[in-house]
């Protein structure tokens, strides 16, 4: 049959698509194991006895050569037009089945390798390529995966750095806590021993004292007992005197007798003079154990839930796992404040929006507050604009008549709020506030574990950097906040991406 020559018609530009990489670490063992296949165990065809490795393949002859049946490849002139390359074992695949000829082009409608022939007889009308074109396509689609790869190769290196860094500040943290809590209960170890060493020498001096003056109050007694003993036998005697002149006589002339005629001693108990002492010890005993137990239950919930940094938190897609839809409630925004998007954003006006009066609404400050409470574990995000917003959670106790501190985010008790400008971040909770720093983004994630009592706040970019952590007690409900500043022409939104 006479061969023709046939003109394929120019396939259309289409960019390719490129399969999203569901597992890296698959991809990169498919490859790994697809390239040991290719390499491993090919030998020469054309050995005898012992085979050589071979060190080429060659796509025309079909067969694999060590480097000593190579050569004619380099030497003759017959073999200058085959081509060979790397040495693999699927040689005989190139080759198609049917018609026994080379396989160099691509059909694009039915993704296969095809042969000149088959090009003519079955795929004539098909989207047909040269293999090499559809190989310049497709090596595009490898750079680009090769690219992801890249990519989420350096993110994980990123990744594994933070957490060998956040590794040593956990460990050095709690080195620094048990030498500080050592130090601390050293005190108070040396502070009771002290006021026990305080209390046994005061007991000691009371007891000399008390039994000082028992003794003397003793011997004085005892020299009572000896004078009227003697008093005694004076009176024994002269009561047996036969002359009455002579009983009279000695009688006027006995002395008067000085003794006491009852007795001062305060009978009690030995030891009730201490009892006072014993039982102000026993107080503040019980007083120190009530201290310790409500204190020492802080200490433990505080170490429980200081929860370092946790693996699940020191990524973008841990937080999202935590992610809640928020949106605005109109009712607290402040009157220079409009809301849109569903409610989900803010921004700042120049004129008044004329809300109606509500007993939720902010009269001083230009914040808002959101609808939803936030209670267990909570993530959300916001993406502000213009030259500065305030990222805020409170508690929805907060006051909302007037400018005072008892209204701004930030500048009571019951708020705590990160103020986001073009150049700098400042956290403030009770009028505190406190410098903050970290990359700059216009984007700002927030989380919050309510039962824990923990608070972030988060610069989310192409990394996320954590800025501010709160380790704190929280007694209501929270609610998201934020101020824009409409004088700044800002507005802020919560995104809705997350989910």
């Not at 569901?22 to 290719?38: H, P, T, W, Y």
């Not at 095809?114 to 009308?125: A, G, K, M, N």
Request: charged share 30%.
């Amino acid at each position: 049959m006479e061969r023709r020559s046939i003109a394929f018609p120019k396939p259309e530009r289409e960019r390719p698509v490129v399969r999203k990489i569901s597992g890296l670490s698959k991809l990169l063992e498919d490859l790994k194991r697809s390239k040991l296949q290719n390499h491993e165990d090919v030998v020469c065809d054309f050995c005898t006895g012992r085979k050589q490795k071979a060190i080429k393949s060659c796509l025309n002859c079909v067969a694999s050569y060590c480097e000593k049946h190579l050569q004619p490849h380099h030497e003759s002139a017959a073999f200058k037009r085959h081509k060979l390359v790397d040495p693999f074992n699927q040689l005989q695949e190139t080759i198609c089945s049917r018609h026994n000829e080379v396989l160099k082009m691509f059909c694009r409608t039915d993704q296969q390798c095809i042969c000149l022939t088959c090009s003519v007889e079955e795929h004539q009308d098909h989207n047909m390529v040269l293999a090499a074109e559809e190989r310049i396509e497709r090596q595009k689609e490898l750079q680009e995966s090769q690219t992801d790869i890249h990519k989420h190769i350096q993110d994980r290196e990123k990744d594994v750095e933070m957490l060998k860094q956040q590794e040593k500040t956990i460990n050095l943290s709690a080195d620094q806590t048990v030498e500080h809590t050592e130090e601390i209960f050293t005190e108070l170890i040396h502070l009771l021993n002290k006021r026990k060493f305080e209390v046994k020498k005061e007991v000691r001096f009371k007891q000399q004292t008390e039994v000082n003056a028992v003794k003397v109050f003793r011997e004085k007694l005892e020299q009572e007992i000896s004078e009227l003993k003697k008093r005694d036998a004076e009176l024994k005697k002269l009561s047996h005197t036969d002359d009455h002149i002579q009983f009279l006589l000695s009688f006027s002339s006995l002395s008067e007798l000085s003794v006491s005629t009852h007795s001062s001693i305060i009978h009690r108990h030995p030891g009730s003079c201490f009892e006072e002492v014993t039982a102000a010890a026993s107080e503040l005993r019980k007083h120190l154990k009530n201290v310790l137990m409500e204190d020492w239950a802080k200490v433990c919930h505080t170490v429980e839930g200081v929860d370092y940094l946790p693996l699940e938190l020191t990524s973008r897609a841990g937080l999202l796992k935590y992610s809640k839809e928020i949106t605005l409630d109109p009712n607290t925004a402040h009157r220079y404040l409009r809301l849109s998007e569903g409610n989900r954003k803010v921004t700042g006006m120049r004129k008044d929006q004329h809300h109606p009066e509500h007993p939720d609404r902010f009269t001083g400050w230009c914040q808002v507050l959101s609808r939803e409470s936030l209670t267990g574990r909570c993530y959300w995000e916001v993406e502000w604009r213009g030259g500065g917003v305030c990222v805020s959670v409170t508690y929805k106790s907060v006051s909302r008549a007037g400018g005072g501190n008892e209204c701004g985010f930030g500048f009571n008790d019951k708020s705590w709020m990160l103020n986001c400008l073009l150049n700098d971040y400042t956290f403030y909770h009770n009028s505190i506030q406190t410098p903050v720093s970290g990359p700059q983004s216009c984007r700002i994630g927030v989380y919050v574990d309510h039962t824990a009592g923990i608070l972030s706040f988060y610069s989310i970019s192409e990394t996320i950097t954590l800025l501010h952590r709160v380790n704190t007690t929280f007694t209501e409900p929270l609610h998201a906040g934020m101020i824009v500043y409409y004088s700044y022409g800002g507005s802020a939104e919560l995104c809705n991406d997350l989910i």
